[in-house]
Each structure stands twice: as structure tokens, then as C-alpha cells.
């Protein structure tokens, strides 16, 4: 696939981020760039990579849990399908792309080295501490109490944590979710 394609996915998820209110952006951003190193590293396709990372959260919502946050990896294989094709995807790009974002969350198989590669990517952003404060600040926008969105930002670690696989991810994890365990635990304790 053209390399120009991973511009058109970008700006596309832009604009979808505008009308969703949500992922917040530098969680996308972080999710990318993660996807970008590890595609080099386990030698998949990093503009397919890129992609699929920018249209894994196309439909979604701020909702927490809501109706469409929950199926947001199916809806946004779905509205995804046809820009693919509209940009020039092979019929197998378009189905690694899609299984990608389909299984980013484990709700479906991940059909090749590629999905497992692009779901840790997916991951990685929710168990760094950079992520984990993008995250409770984002929460804290949408109105939570500290309390709430301290305990949603360390779900949400915990969620992602359980879906890495790949070995270096894991062991990155495990460190950096100490650290977070550690600072919520504090915020959390402060604000009883």
C-alpha cells in the first residue's frame, strides 16, 4: 500500500476524533508511533500498521462501556471497509487491516502476526505512565470526579495489560504498571 495512504487515514481519524469526542488524539498518536517500532521489530507491514491503528477507534464514543464503545472494534472495521478500498488496499490488506481492528480488544480472533502485533501496539499506550495520565486527565474533561477516573484510568490498565502478548511489551508492562499502581495509589489514598 502507498505510504501517502497512512496521511489520508490520519486526517480521517482526525476528523472522526472531532465528531466521536473521543479517543483523546495523543493516545491515538502514542498507540501509532508504538505501532511503527514494533512493525519494524516483528517485520509486519508498517503502513498497514499505521492504518489500522488510526482506524481502530473511527466509530466510538466518550460513553464509557456505552452501546457504541462496547462493539467500537466492529463498527469501525465496518465504516473502515470501504475508505480501504477507496484508497487502493488489495484485497488482503484490506483483511489484515480489518482483522486488526476487529481483534484489537480480544472480541474476535486475531488472524495473523499482524493483528497480535497492532492489538499490543493498541495496548501499550494504556500501560505507560504517560498514557495512564492522558487517560485519567481525559476522563477528568468528561466530567469524572478524581476518585472516578483515577479508578477507571487503573481498569483501564489492567484491561490493557491482560491482552499483551508480545514478550518486550509485557516485560515494559509490568514495570510501568507498578510505577502507575504506585501514584494512583497515593491520589486515590488523598482523596478518600
Not at 500498521?49 to 473511527?58: C, D, K, N, P
Not at 469501525?76 to 489484515?96: D, I, N, R, V, Y
Not at 487491516?97 to 497480535?116: E, P
Not at 474533561?141 to 477516573?149: D, F, H, K, S, T
Request: hydrophobic share 45%; charged share 25%.
Amino acid at each position: 500500500m502507498n505510504p501517502s495512504v497512512v496521511r489520508k487515514a490520519r486526517e480521517l481519524m482526525r476528523r472522526r476524533t472531532r465528531i466521536n469526542g473521543a479517543p483523546s488524539w495523543l493516545l491515538t498518536e502514542m498507540a501509532v508511533a508504538e505501532g511503527a517500532r514494533l512493525a519494524g521489530k516483528y517485520r509486519v507491514d508498517a503502513v498497514l500498521m499505521q492504518v489500522a491503528l488510526y482506524g481502530a477507534h473511527t466509530v466510538f464514543s466518550p460513553v464509557w462501556q456505552g452501546r457504541v464503545q462496547s462493539r467500537h472494534e466492529f463498527l469501525s472495521a465496518k465504516f473502515m471497509a470501504p475508505h480501504l478500498k477507496k484508497w487502493g488496499a488489495t484485497p488482503e490488506e484490506s483483511a489484515l487491516v480489518l482483522n486488526a481492528i476487529q481483534s484489537h480488544h480480544d472480541s474476535g480472533a486475531a488472524l495473523s502476526k499482524f493483528a497480535v502485533v497492532m492489538r499490543n501496539a493498541e495496548c501499550v499506550k494504556f500501560v505507560s505512565l504517560k498514557g495512564a495520565l492522558v487517560t485519567f486527565h481525559e476522563f477528568g474533561l468528561r466530567g469524572l470526579p478524581m476518585r472516578e477516573a483515577a479508578e477507571k484510568t487503573l481498569a483501564k490498565m489492567r484491561q490493557k495489560r491482560k491482552l499483551l502478548t508480545l514478550p518486550d511489551c509485557k516485560k515494559r508492562a509490568t514495570w510501568n504498571c507498578r510505577q502507575i499502581e504506585k501514584i494512583f495509589r497515593v491520589l486515590l489514598r488523598n482523596n478518600a
